[in-house]
């Protein structure tokens, strides 16, 4: 099995910044994209950034330039830094990775546990 625990978050003020993290452990042979989603009350998850094993990052439209990601291949970590927060970034932000798994033939999309941001006006 493979686990992503998430860490960071929390309650800050609009202009302040916040770093989240997404350690993957577990039955892991590769990673390919690793990246950050948000999830708006009554709506479907939605992309906020992403990152290949390669380096390529996508970012939403509404967090290009306040937002990066990056990560660390050997550990199968991945950050999301985020500054500038404005209100409207409230949310719950979920890790995933596009893991292959070593104790099955097969790839999978893991996700973390869900950490809440609070930006407050």
């Known amino acids: 099995q493979v686990q992503l625990v998430q860490s960071g978050g929390g309650l800050v003020q609009a202009g302040e910044s916040l770093r989240l993290s997404c350690a993957a452990s577990?039955?892991?042979?590769?990673?390919?994209?690793m990246g950050w989603y948000r999830q708006p009350p009554g709506k479907q998850r939605e992309l906020v950034a992403v990152?290949?094993?390669?380096?390529?990052?996508n970012y939403a439209d509404s967090v290009k330039g306040r937002f990066t990601i990056s990560r660390d291949n050997a550990k199968n970590t991945v950050n999301l830094q985020m500054n500038s927060l404005k209100p409207e970034d409230t949310n719950v932000y979920y890790c995933?990775?596009?893991?292959?798994?070593?104790?099955?033939?097969?790839?999978?999309?893991?996700w973390g546990q869900g950490t809440q941001v609070t930006v407050s006006s």
């Open positions: 995933n990775a596009d893991v292959r798994r070593s104790d099955l033939p097969r790839r999978e999309i893991f």
């Open positions: 577990g039955s892991i042979l590769s990673i390919n994209a």
């Open positions: 990152i290949t094993n390669g380096g390529t990052t």
